[in-house]
């Protein structure tokens, strides 16, 4: 059975699904093509804990699993969702693990700033702590540049005009979908080769999101931050 914690891993990004999980993995392989520094790419392990219910019991694993006095950074990434306070949601599964005793963990007064000591702890809420959404919401922001991503929220806006009640978390979703299709259906097809799969994860291999080099843009800016300061040596 793998170990939680793997040999050599000394920085932990704890991330809700799969989704979010393919997104970081891309976003840290440009940091470490792109950036000047050189950052710990190699000792950066990401873990799923499947859903903001079960962080406090990854958080309670990771306190007992055998590597945990190697580690030096956790990253905790977690969506604002909607009618709660993602942030300070985080911030209480901290300090019930806390409560069962040692090691303890750094509590983080603010997002994306890090704790002092060993481990230094830090929280991204995405897509802001101010803003309640998903990922989704995150990269659908970053598509932005594009004219389609105009017709999508119209579409939407149209939706809600003629009275058809959408549940936020749903739209959130559909709306990758929808901009992806919109892509897809033009004879300048954006979406290179995808014809089964219109999902979130297919966003990066679209030729806007290399082409424009989205991840880039100004809408991740508090990721890049989050993503840099834990890699950072």
Same mark, same amino acid.
């Given at each position: ?93 901290? *300090? ?23 481990? *230094? ?15 989704? /919401? ?57 014809? /089964? ?37």
């Amino acid at each position: 059975m793998a170990e939680l914690i793997p040999e050599g891993k000394t920085r932990l990004l704890l991330v809700e699904g799969q989704d979010d999980h393919i997104f970081f993995e891309n976003f840290v392989n440009h940091l470490a093509d792109s950036s000047d520094e050189k950052l710990h790419v190699s000792n950066l392990a990401i873990i799923q804990y499947g859903g903001r219910t079960k962080l406090t019991l990854l958080l309670r694993e990771l306190k007992k699993a055998q590597n945990f006095e190697m580690v030096t950074h956790i990253g905790i990434v977690r969506d604002s969702d909607f009618n709660t306070d993602a942030f300070r949601s985080v911030q209480d599964r901290i *300090r019930t693990v806390n409560r069962e005793g040692p090691p303890t963990l750094g509590i983080p007064d603010h997002p994306i700033l890090p704790t002092i000591g060993d481990p *230094r702890v830090s929280i991204l809420i995405v897509p802001s702590v101010a803003r309640e959404g998903m990922l989704d /919401d995150l990269v659908m922001d970053a598509l932005a540049v594009d004219p389609v991503a105009t017709c999508v929220h119209n579409y939407f806006n149209c939706l809600e005009e003629q009275q058809v009640t959408i549940v936020p978390e749903k739209r959130s979703k559909a709306q990758i979908r929808v901009f992806l299709i919109g892509k897809n259906v033009g004879l300048d097809t954006d979406v290179s080769g995808i014809t /089964d799969r219109l999902f979130l994860s297919d966003v990066y291999e679209t030729n806007l999101w290399q082409r424009k080099n989205l991840w880039e843009s100004h809408e991740l800016t508090d990721a890049k931050a989050f993503l840099t300061q834990l890699l950072a040596p």
